[in-house]
């Protein structure tokens, strides 16, 4: 039954090593979504896609990119994780811009 | 981008109704929603409402929208210890094509 499923759910890494996240998706949206969160506050975008249309945040570091290979999936790439970068990344798909979003359970992400 | 402001805090005890209240300053909002952040996990949708609408209720939660004061609330009646989370209320606009969150109200229900 789940709709959008984020692996790992708890990744540690160490510092300057590249690490992808994964999220998938069984709801054909069109829209796919990257959020950072950090303790206490509120998930912060860091691109989406429409379709294979990718859109930067203005803000968003180089050091992250992502990937949509298909519909259903969804890869965020981080080159070379700082410690500033440890933060629970959440995944979120809609059928179309500014429509609903739904989440996954997010990818928990230590940086050593 | 559009301000979408929450108390972050927020005490009831169990049993009691909880109101969380949020603000926000986009005039075009179409979809105004509320989700639920446990710890740990991702964002659960709990409810939306369609702008041109004053209220809905599900269950144990009613949705209050006040348009021309662009506020919104969330009333859980009979809080129990389970719904202790962050709440994220958020707006959409179709003209911008964007979704905004608010800040997230900590809700900590006392047993």
């Known amino acids: 039954d789940a709709m959008v499923i984020q692996n790992p759910r708890y990744q540690v890494t160490q510092f300057g090593k590249p690490v992808t996240l994964s999220c998938s998706q069984t709801l054909n949206h069109n829209v796919m979504y990257w959020y950072q969160q950090k303790s206490s506050q509120a998930p912060k975008l860091l691109f989406h896609?429409?379709?294979?249309?990718?859109?930067n945040e203005a803000d968003t570091p180089d050091n992250f990119q992502s990937r949509r290979p298909n519909t259903s999936f969804c890869f965020l790439d981080i080159r070379s994780p700082g410690l500033g970068d440890a933060a629970m990344y959440l995944c979120a798909t809609s059928r179309d811009r500014a429509d609903t979003q739904y989440f996954g359970p997010g990818t928990r992400l230590t940086v050593l | 981008g559009e301000d979408v402001e929450q108390s972050l805090f927020l005490s009831v005890r169990e049993g009691d109704s909880s109101v969380i209240n949020c603000t926000y300053t986009d005039s075009s909002s179409t979809y105004l929603y509320w989700y639920k952040q446990e710890p740990g996990a991702g964002l659960q949708l709990l409810t939306y409402i369609f702008s041109n609408m004053d209220m809905k209720q599900d269950q144990r939660l009613t949705v209050l929208l006040n348009k021309k004061d662009k506020h919104l609330s969330l009333r859980i009646a009979d809080t129990q210890t389970g719904d202790s989370a962050i709440y994220f209320c958020?707006?959409?606009?179709?003209?911008?094509?964007?979704?905004?969150f608010g800040t997230g109200t900590s809700l900590t229900v006392i047993p």
């Open positions: 896609y429409y379709d294979k249309d990718f859109n």
């Open positions: 958020a707006e959409s606009s179709l003209t911008g094509n964007q979704f905004y």
